[in-house]
């Protein structure tokens, strides 16, 4: 892990964020106290898409429109 303050992230941005790109984490401080990290944006956990399409399926059953007319709801939305 890379450790630079708040002024050399600022100044070296563009380098950082190649860095961060290759996979390196930049951990910005000000002070020497740490405020933020850089890390890449793929590093995320993401779900198999199985699994998303049940959540979602699951989400929709719990919630319903309650008594919402949705042709009603997309015609007001054109105007």
Do not use: W
Not at 11 to 17: D, F, K, Q, R, Y
């Amino acid at each position: 892990m890379i450790e630079v303050s708040a002024y050399e992230a600022k100044t070296h941005l563009a380098g950082l964020l190649k860095k961060v790109l290759g996979g390196e984490r930049v951990l910005i401080t000000k002070h020497h106290v740490p405020v933020a990290m850089m890390i890449p944006a793929y590093s995320q956990k993401k779900r198999p898409v199985k699994e998303t399409v049940e959540a979602i399926k699951h989400f929709r059953q719990g919630n319903t429109l309650q008594g919402l007319d949705l042709k009603k709801m997309i015609e007001e939305g054109r105007r």
